[in-house]
């Protein structure tokens, strides 16, 4: 089985990076008019090898120093470097320079290739790879194999072809628990198929009729074909150069350094936390407010760093955590690298890995808690990024889609992290939202002191409204925390929640005689009153109730109807629960002589009920409600029971 790598070039311009790569794979990378007649390499360029059962995808990169942003956007998705370095110059600036960005994208095996041979005296090697063993002394390539060769003559090819192998073969498989993600960064239109995006892909896997989402636009798109280093494939797989041609988007709408991803999973992002490392060789330490370039993936966006430190900078050659602010929306996961360059003069001067793509902006009093997080992302273990992540969302809470598109974890990862944490307690799952331990706590002391404070300042009611209690404590929250928060309660038996109230279960309504006389007058006057009762305004004068003690009166009042005693017909039309329950068997027995239509207009209705239409009307809304009986034009149906 073909396994694929993929190599990218690096070194000073006119090294002869594209003339290796012609010599080893017969193709000319160099595919702009431009750039053949210059002479020079401007953008990148591709060609492909077939080394016994490795497939090697070559990204040939610019090496003058005004397309270090096209190098780049190649440099995201390489497995191997070449650092080539010409006998007759040895190392330059751009080989430097190259060399730093790959050491800063992450970048683990690699080789360094001694060009043109053919043009120096063989004393004058051993000169040059002691120079090359200082550059990449301390580094990946502090061990790599230096091979000589001459693109001209063909010397050192085949050892050349071997080493690559050797290397190669070292690689780790990429990741296969991501979904699939692939940078654009390249775009063209083919006549009769539209549009075209290639790239490295990242993680996953892309075929014939998927649907994809180009970010950031959130643009969905479908894949018409694909293609591996030139020829059609059913599907392509992670770590190939890949060349996908998609419906649903124009050409003009597509830039480089855009993302093809799975369907809504990944999402864009304009504040990212970071580690970032100053390379020792740069000209000043990096500050807060520096306006910088980012480049990650295949893109360079224009950022403001924030150093989360109280010193404001992180020296040269030192590392530090930051807050990096970018100009433009950008695709980037947790685990990405990245590399920083000066605004102006542009030169390299720091990289780093993203921590948190979703950031927000921080408090300084916030700085430690931060920090402290920030480092528990650096950790390996996934199920403590996990925990950071809940611990970054404060009381709103994450939910997996969030975690996912922070990481681009796939559902079995997310399922697995997800389930450990719920065992460990260390994360509470309040209905699919995901909050810490200790904030779950802070809610639920929230609800039992709002509703001691409630009872305290009315004893008399039933309970606190849901909807008052949710607004108070969870206004902030995602309605499942609320539900979550009150079961968990309940299920210590702290609480009750009834329909429309919330009460400590402690608390019970504890009347004073006077208060227990008012409500036997009130009970009594519904009682004797039957479905003609009276208003509440006019039961508080029967009553004697003065004007200033109504509403403390009306209080008691409630307690009759929590009990079920009393119920509310309409407004403040309330009846005694009897005498509603001896209207409803008089309907009953109505509809028995009037079958099989059982209607009753509200003339027959007044009369069985006895009562004026004041009171007719209402009494039948309620039965309707109650499901007693049906409006049916300017009848009622009634139901049976």
């Not at 018409?224 to 392509?236: C, E, F, L, N, S």
């Not at 916030?366 to 809940?390: C, G």
């Not at 009750?496 to 309504?509: D, G, I, L, Y």
């Amino acid at each position: 089985m073909n396994r694929s790598i993929v190599v990218g070039t690096a070194g000073h311009i006119d090294h002869g990076k594209s003339a290796l790569v012609r010599a080893l794979t017969g193709t000319d990378p160099d595919r702009l008019p431009e750039e053949k007649r210059r002479g020079i390499t401007i953008d990148l360029g591709f060609a492909d090898l077939q080394l016994g059962d490795l497939r090697l995808g070559f990204v040939d990169v610019p090496g003058h120093e005004r397309f270090i942003k096209n190098m780049l956007a190649g440099a995201h998705g390489i497995d191997v470097v070449a650092l080539v370095i010409a006998a007759d110059e040895g190392v330059m600036p751009q080989t430097r320079e190259h060399f730093d960005i790959c050491r800063l994208l992450g970048v683990r095996q690699g080789l360094v290739v001694i060009t043109k041979s053919d043009l120096v005296d063989p004393e004058m090697l051993p000169l040059v790879e002691d120079e090359t063993k200082e550059l990449v002394t301390g580094s990946f390539l502090e061990s790599a194999p230096v091979v000589t060769v001459s693109s001209k003559t063909g010397a050192g090819l085949d050892q050349l072809k071997s080493t690559i192998t050797e290397v190669a073969s070292q690689v780790p498989p990429r990741s296969s628990d991501q979904v699939t993600r692939l940078p654009v960064d390249r775009v063209f239109s083919m006549k009769g198929f539209g549009a075209v995006v290639t790239g490295t892909l990242i993680s996953g896997e892309i075929a014939e009729a998927d649907e994809l989402e180009l970010l950031p636009l959130g643009i969905a798109v479908r894949v018409r074909g694909t293609q591996v280093h030139g020829k059609a494939v059913a599907k392509a797989e992670s770590g190939q150069r890949t060349a996908v041609n998609l419906s649903g988007v124009d050409v003009s709408q597509i830039e480089r350094g855009m993302v093809l991803a799975a369907p809504r999973r990944l999402r864009p992002t304009q504040i990212i936390d970071a580690r970032v490392s100053v390379l020792p060789t740069a000209s000043r330490a990096l500050r807060s407010r520096a306006r910088v370039r980012v480049h990650t993936g295949a893109t360079e966006v224009l950022a403001r760093v924030r150093v989360l430190d109280e010193s404001g900078e992180i020296p040269i050659g030192q590392n530090g955590l930051a807050q990096l602010r970018l100009e433009a929306p950008v695709v980037a996961l947790h685990n990405d690298h990245f590399v920083v360059r000066s605004y102006s003069p542009q030169e390299t001067t720091a990289g780093g890995i993203v921590l948190h793509p979703f950031a927000v902006k921080h408090r300084g009093k916030d700085l430690s808690r931060t920090r402290r997080l920030l480092e528990q992302l650096t950790e390996p273990d996934r199920q403590r990024k996990f925990q950071a992540f809940v611990e970054f969302a404060g009381n709103g809470g994450t939910r997996l889609t969030d975690v996912a598109a922070a990481t681009g974890w796939d559902d079995e990862v997310l399922e697995g992290v997800s389930a450990e944490a719920r065992s460990e307690s260390s994360s509470i799952d309040a209905g699919g939202v995901f909050l810490s331990a200790e904030i779950f706590k802070g809610y639920c002391d929230q609800v039992r002191e709002e509703l001691d404070r409630f009872h305290r300042r009315e004893p008399l009611a039933r309970g606190l409204l849901r909807e008052t209690l949710r607004e108070k404590v969870f206004a902030h929250a995602a309605p499942e925390v609320f539900t979550s928060v009150i079961a968990a309660l309940e299920s210590q038996k702290l609480l009750v929640s009834e329909k429309e109230t919330v009460r400590a279960s402690s608390h019970s309504v504890d009347l004073s005689e006077q208060d227990q006389g008012l409500r036997q007058k009130f009970e009594e006057a519904y009682n004797k009153a039957g479905v003609e009762a009276p208003s509440i305004e006019e039961l508080m004068t029967q009553a004697g109730v003065a004007l200033a003690q109504r509403a403390h009166a009306r209080k008691v009042l409630q307690l009759l109807i929590d009990s079920g005693k009393i119920v509310r017909v309409q407004g403040d039309m309330l009846m005694d629960a009897r005498a509603l329950e001896g209207l409803k068997r008089k309907l009953q027995d109505y509809a028995a002589t009037k079958e099989p239509d059982r209607l009753i207009d509200v003339a027959a209705f007044k009369e069985l009920a006895g009562v004026s239409r004041k009171y007719a009307i209402p009494l039948l809304e309620y039965f309707d409600r109650a499901r007693v009986t049906r409006r049916a034009g300017d009848k009622r149906v009634i139901l049976k029971t």
